[in-house]
């Protein structure tokens, strides 16, 4: 194989990123782009030069410090944008049902506009929802009084509910809510992020929280339900990993990369719709397994049994990085090219706004 390193293109790493993780991030995205992806080669090219621009820094660093601290306006403003975010997806890919008696589970709920726009739209749908508590950094819960008994909310960090292929004694983790437990939900939002604001968080809590939310989605969809899940864009091993698991246990997996908050961000929306019906449905308890097993790995591992950053390796059981760049590597470009489009141009033009050369 050539040497990755001579690859013409930057891949850049959160602050929370595993050194080991660079290798595989590099082999995969020169392998789709000596594949013919034009498009991702543009669209990394693009990146590094922004990220090497003073000006783009300081305006994402100033979007960061908003976030953060967001004044009880702003909230609302994210709350109304959140609700369309997920109008947007709903209108291009129809995943929320209008009509027909609908239980959904939606994680890191709060403020609540993805949950709103659920019960405006359904009014036969209930809702249970999970959010870390304001107390830890967590977001206020904004959702109409109006909605409020058809909807469950509880607040916790979902990372520390008892996620194990056993119940573990330990003080930091809790019992799952009854309601999630026995759930069986029509569709499941995995719309969790990591919270720069958390009080409680780890290093690798990213990688927690990812898990974490594939384990409660896959225990409590029904089968034949929805998985909507925000992941990073499909060249990164973990995105491309994940989809690859939804295209084989479910009927039918879709994508789409909001025009609103999303466009020029590393992250877009994977819908798994029909969870349970696909080829590789009947994997699902096995799969989770392998998963909780993880979790337990990622909260208990390392080397002071505090947790673990996750590594390449560990998604395996999925599919091996070789298997993924030797045999699919037409199917990820295909899911792939629609997204990275949108990005690039988006990028263009908030570069040619910014005066970026």
């Known amino acids: ?16 990123s595993p050194p080991n993780e660079y290798d595989d991030q590099l082999r995969l995205a020169k392998a789709l782009v000596d594949n013919g992806s034009d498009i991702l080669k543009e669209l990394l090219e693009l990146q590094s030069k922004g990220w090497n621009d003073e000006s783009a820094e300081k ?8 976030s953060d601290n967001p004044p009880p306006e702003l909230t609302m403003i994210w709350f109304r944008m959140m609700k369309g975010l997920l109008r947007e997806i709903d209108t291009r890919l129809k995943c929320i049902p209008a009509k027909a008696p609908t239980d959904f589970l939606d994680l890191g709920c709060c403020p609540g506009g993805f949950s709103s726009y659920i019960l405006d739209k359904n009014p036969n749908a209930n809702g249970t929802g999970v959010s870390l508590p304001v107390a830890d ?11 409020h008994s058809r909807f469950n909310l509880f607040s916790a960090n979902l990372t520390y509910y008892q996620l194990g292929p056993t119940i573990i004694d330990n003080g930091r983790l809790q019992v799952l809510p009854f309601d999630i437990i026995t759930g069986s939900f029509d569709v499941v939002l995995l719309d969790g992020h990591q919270l720069r604001t958390q009080r409680s968080a780890l290093p ?5 929280l990812l898990i974490s939310q594939l384990i409660l989605g896959l ?11 925000k992941l990073p864009m499909p060249h990164k091993p973990v995105s491309a990993r994940i989809l690859y698991l939804f295209n084989i246990i479910s009927s039918r997996t879709l994508r789409w990369k909001p025009n609103l908050m999303h466009a020029n961000r590393g992250t877009f929306y994977a819908v798994a719709k029909g969870v349970g019906k696909g080829q590789g449905g009947h994997k699902i308890p096995i799969i989770l397994g392998a998963l909780k097993a993880l979790w337990v790995n990622l909260t208990f591992g390392g080397e002071e049994g505090s947790g673990r950053y996750m590594v390449p390796e560990d998604l395996d059981f999925l599919i091996s990085m070789d298997d993924l760049v030797s045999h699919h590597l037409d199917w990820l470009t295909k899911l792939g090219t629609p997204l990275w489009k949108v990005q690039k141009a988006a990028l263009e033009k908030f570069y040619d706004g910014k005066h970026i050369k």
């Open 137 to 147: 950094g967590g977001h206020e819960f904004s959702l109409e009084e109006h909605h």
């Open 1 to 16: 194989m050539d040497n990755m390193h001579s690859l013409p293109i930057s891949v850049r790493f959160s602050s929370s």
């Open 204 to 208: 690798w809590d990213y990688d927690r």
């Open 219 to 229: 225990q409590s969809v029904k089968d034949g339900g929805t998985i909507i899940m």
């Open 59 to 66: 305006h994402f660093q100033k979007q960061r410090q908003t």
